[in-house]
């Protein structure tokens, strides 16, 4: 039986208002709910994977329930603090947070205009565009000593290096949308006789902010990556720093809850630029 003869009966055949209500309700509905029957299926399959792994490791890999009881435990006193090398995993969390923020937040403010300059001056562009791709394929870790020297403190390098390897995907992706924007809206600007800053507004940066989103969600996905790993380096404090401490004590069921923390904070942070790029991004008529 149909959705909307299931209306009609509960609400009755004058009761239109009610009816498209339900109707606009249930087609709302209906993508989330698929969306969350995919996750949940996804989750079941990693489960199973997990379980598998274990099974066949012999013992070696923590089954899920033994992680799960730990992860737990980890979060019911997240914001401890009984000495350096014993701190909740809230404190630690928001120290790699903060560091992803300032990295991640600098990189953007520096990327953003050379990005501009790159796609809207070629000369510009054919100069500098070797530089960033020798050095974009430059590994994360490579940029640490780099850091260390020049900030003088492990924190601050792993901060260094989280602005580095943040750069290059806002860079690239911000030139390619600046260099497509259509000459009929050069011409229109030119017609118009708008100033520079006032093209810049207008036309270039409204059409690029499709891509310029895309360069600052790949650059955000990239610092959360790299911090962990910069942070294993620094030590001190951090997600990755609690990584590493908790193999060192061969505590794997410690490492797996960060691994699952580090995902799941991960794929917040992704939704989270994703939705703000949808309610600034608008979609070009033909």
Known sequence: MSVATESQRAFGPGNGAMRRRVLATVRVSLPWLRSLGAAAAGAVALYALWELGAAISGGSLPRPGRTLLTLQALLSEPFVDRGPNDKGIGLQLTASLVRVAIGFGAASLVALPIGILLGANSLMRAIFDPVVQVLRPVSPLAWFPIGLMLMRSAPNAAVFVVFVCSLWPTVINTAFG???????????????????????????VPHSLPHIFVGLRLSLG?????????EMLSGGTGIGFFVWDSWNALDLERVLSAILII?????????????VGNRFVYTEVD
């Open 263 to 275: 995902g799941i904070v991960g794929l917040v942070l992704d939704r989270a630029i994703a939705f």
């Open 222 to 230: 990239i610092a959360w990556l790299v911090i962990v790993a910069a």
């Open 178 to 204: 600046v260099s497509t924007v259509p000459q009929s809206h050069r011409d229109v600007a030119r017609v118009f006789e708008f100033s520079t800053f006032r093209y810049l507004m207008k036309v270039v």
